[in-house]
T-cell receptor, first 115, second 111 residues
């Protein structure tokens, strides 16, 4: 399977706990994006990396959210002190800049439920 | 502020007919626009991209138009099939290959 993979597919946690999600992009892609999506809405941009550099982070993103992409390969998204409002689908996508004008390849997402 | 609007209500179409979905935007001049399909519990899947200097793009049963004067894109599925039932999202580029997304339109194809 050469697509974008995300782990876990589902995560249930209690309010106040920390959670970490992993994304493995398509290997030759140099850009990696994290989005959040709630029911009935389009994906909401969180952050993106070009290679290992985090180039942009949403101004709406709480300081409880942090993302890393060591060595420009896989990425992790951590949410600290989770709140019920963090419940959503977290989507990872990758692309190759300068090819296909930023066409994105998405993973299946991690569905987070905060109780 | 930049705004993208898609039909918020589900679109019900009889199998075999053409489904037409609308994407309108304001306060923006994108260089290109993309359409994605999303099934429940899955990530979006890329379908078509159309550039600002292109009026129409086709791929098999799919057709996209882009009217920069009206600030509107139309997405057509001809000879629709129940397997085409899904949510369809439009997305517009910002600077540096960033995308902003509509909320999507749920399409239901009835046998």
């Amino acid at each position: 399977d050469t697509g974008v993979s995300q782990d876990p597919r589902h995560k249930i946690t209690k309010r106040g706990q920390n959670v970490t999600f992993r994304c493995d992009p398509i290997s030759e892609h140099n850009r990696l994006y994290w989005y959040r999506q709630t029911l009935g809405q389009g994906p909401e941009f969180l952050t993106y990396f070009q290679n290992e550099a985090q180039l942009e982070k949403s101004r709406l993103l709480s300081d409880r959210f942090s993302a890393e992409r060591p060595k420009g390969s896989f990425s992790t998204l951590e949410i600290q002190r989770t709140e019920q409002g963090d419940s959503a689908m977290y989507l990872c996508a990758s692309s190759f800049v300068n090819l296909e004008q930023g066409k994105l390849f998405f993973g299946s997402g991690t569905q987070l439920s905060v109780l | 502020s930049q705004k993208i609007e898609q039909n918020s209500e589900a679109l019900n179409i009889q199998e075999g007919k053409t489904a037409t979905l609308t994407c309108n935007y304001t306060n923006y001049s994108p260089a290109y626009l993309q359409w994605y399909r999303q099934d429940p519990g899955r990530g979006p899947v890329f379908l078509l991209l159309i550039r600002e200097n292109e009026k129409e793009k086709r791929k098999e049963r799919l057709k996209v138009t882009f009217d920069t004067t009206l600030k509107q894109s139309l997405f057509h599925i001809t000879a629709s099939q129940p397997a085409d039932s899904a949510t369809y999202l439009c997305a517009l580029d910002t600077s540096n290959y960033q995308l902003i997304w509509g909320a999507g339109t749920k399409l239901i194809i009835k046998p």
